[in-house]
């Protein structure tokens, strides 16, 4: 199969140019002006943006109780076409076992190109020897949680910082969920025997210096070892100034956000009738002081990615997040977000003026490729990187809508917001996914992307 696409605007991560693009099976085969080599199907894109496939970095299919990857035609249909999600480790297994168990659920399953992370919740003595094996099984990044007490999840520092001198050796990234646990812990047991049980007191039981304590313990463990640190999901104003400053000081140390953080304010939380509780994810969503930090920080390059953190929990608001009615502590953390990341950063970010749209590129798909090492296969449209395309309609008006999402939940956590522009056609790997924001491919035919090591947060390190 080959295609053409003519007069379009290509945006990349550092330009835009009028370009037409061949596209010969999965891959791109030229990229120039009045390209006029025959192809089975021409698409006019004149008046539109072309950009590369969305790389989400940071997604849950499965894990925290969340809808599996069968959802993933959404991401799609929101001009990601490679996701990558976080494989939880069940006690007794290895994280090749768990990525390989993960990845059981996801093939055949998955819409969307994939890849995995490893997520270490069982710390056993053999890790850091299978740190050294992972790259070879393509998984080159390991998130660790400094949060979630009485949960399988958390660990310990000394866990994190002996996988921080080991994974450097071998050019694996350690990313990790910043928030003091224990800290947490003890403030939700105090609210609660108040009586404060409402899900607003979620973000009271998780403010921002209990996020920043953890980002810069992170950034001294990553210090002490001498080795790159990535902190997902940076919520806080004061917790990216301190990746923002460590980076400045010529440290190896790296940030992500999330589009929540950037878009819902903690107002949601207080919503009658238990309806905060739709908002309920873990950081918390922060107040407007914070959003105006996190935008100012992609635009500049302090934050480096902006992933979706999509979690749809099984049972969505009514038969899930209900469940926590009468003690915050009990509503599942997560909400969907995939389907609408693109839509949330060119409408409240290029659209408002917050970030160009070559940084818009960038933090969608340019940098999360990079990160997680999928670059220059994915995240970028060059000759010989997959035919992973968005054409984009940049004059399309609407408004975000459960009715139109297709993650399996039965809400979605920017109802009603405007929305700017739309994919109009997605290709993943030269096949057409996505027409007029509708899934128009066959579910199921995403591909498991292995990683490579020595991703972004190695850029600088020597
Ligand atoms: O609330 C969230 N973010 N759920 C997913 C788990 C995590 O910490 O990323
Ligand atoms: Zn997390
Ligand atoms: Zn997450």
């Known amino acids: 199969m080959s295609l053409l696409i003519k007069n379009g605007t290509i945006i990349s991560a550092v330009n835009e140019y009028k370009a037409d693009i061949l596209i010969e099976g999965e891959k791109v085969t030229a990229i120039g002006t009045g390209l006029d080599q025959s192809a089975q199907e021409t698409i006019d894109a004149a008046g539109k943006y072309i950009f590369p496939g969305g790389v989400d970095e ?76 992972l790259p070879e099984a393509g998984i080159s990044t390991l ?127 207080a919503k009658p009738d238990f309806e905060g509780a739709k908002y309920v994810c873990s950081p918390p969503i922060r107040t407007q002081e914070h959003l105006d930090a996190l935008w100012e920080a992609v635009s500049k390059g302090w934050l480096l990615a902006v992933g979706s953190d999509h979690c749809a929990n099984v049972g969505g608001f009514e038969g899930a997040k209900r469940k926590g009615m009468g003690d915050f502590r009990r509503i599942p953390n997560g909400c969907p977000g995939a389907q609408d990341r693109l839509a949330l950063l060119w409408t409240y970010g290029v659209e408002k003026g917050k970030i160009s749209r070559q940084k818009f590129v960038d933090v969608f798909a340019t940098a999360p490729a990079k990160i997680v090492g999928l670059f220059p296969q994915k995240g970028q449209i060059e000759v010989g990187s997959d035919a992973d395309i968005v054409i984009f309609d940049p004059n399309y008006k609407g408004v975000i809508s459960v009715k139109d999402s297709l993650h399996g939940s039965d809400y979605n956590a920017f109802e009603g917001m405007e929305q700017i522009g739309r994919p109009e056609k997605v290709f993943l790997r030269g096949k057409l996914m996505v027409e007029n924001s509708k899934f128009v491919g066959q579910k199921g035919q995403g591909k498991y992307i292995k990683t490579k090591p020595y991703g972004l947060c190695y850029a600088d390190f020597k």
Not at 72 to 96: E, H, M, R, W
Not at 153 to 176: E, N, Y
């Open 58 to 133: 940071h997604v849950h299919y499965g894990s925290f109780g969340s809808i599996d990857f069968s959802t993933t035609n959404a991401a799609l249909v929101g001009g990601t076409t490679t996701v990558v999600d976080f494989a939880p480790q069940p006690k007794g297994l290895s994280i090749k076992e768990s990525v390989a168990k993960q990845n059981e659920t996801a093939q055949g399953a998955s819409s969307s190109d994939y890849s995995f992370h490893g997520m270490v919740m069982d710390p056993t003595d053999e890790l850091d020897e299978e740190i050294l094996t």
């Open 143 to 269: 998130k660790f949680f400094m949060a979630y007490k009485g949960s399988p999840f958390m660990v310990h520092d000394d866990v994190i910082f002996k996988a921080l001198q080991v994974a450097k050796k071998v050019g694996v990234t350690v990313m990790v969920h910043a928030e003091n646990g224990e800290i947490v812990d003890l403030l939700q047991k105090q609210l609660v025997q108040e009586g404060k049980t409402d899900p607003i007191y979620h973000a009271v039981s998780r403010p921002p210096l209990v996020e920043a304590e953890a980002t810069q313990r992170a950034i001294y463990l990553s210090q002490i070892a001498a080795s790159p640190i990535l902190i997902v999901h940076v919520t806080c104003k004061e917790s990216m100034e301190l990746v923002r400053d460590a980076y400045a000081k010529s440290l190896p140390v790296y940030g992500e956000t999330c589009t929540h953080y950037l878009t819902l304010t903690e107002d949601n939380l």
